[in-house]
């Protein structure tokens, strides 16, 4: 049976979903871009200590904010 994504659902992807894959991989960062083209999208960052999760924000904000125009 296929879930149903609600707007809500779509506005972001939790934390908790980035740290589950870098756990599963053995990633120290993670960075996930989701984009419901023409309407939505959302940058998730993770990492698995206070310096991967500096370094992995600093990379989203880098993306959302120089790659995908997002306003400061």
Known sequence: ?????????????????AKRIATERGFDQIIIIGRKVNSHEHVT???KDRANCDAAAQIGNFLKHKIMGWLE
């Open 45 to 47: 960052t993770y990492g």
């Open 1 to 17: 049976m296929t879930e149903r994504i609600t707007p809500e659902r779509l506005a972001e992807i939790p934390i908790g979903d």
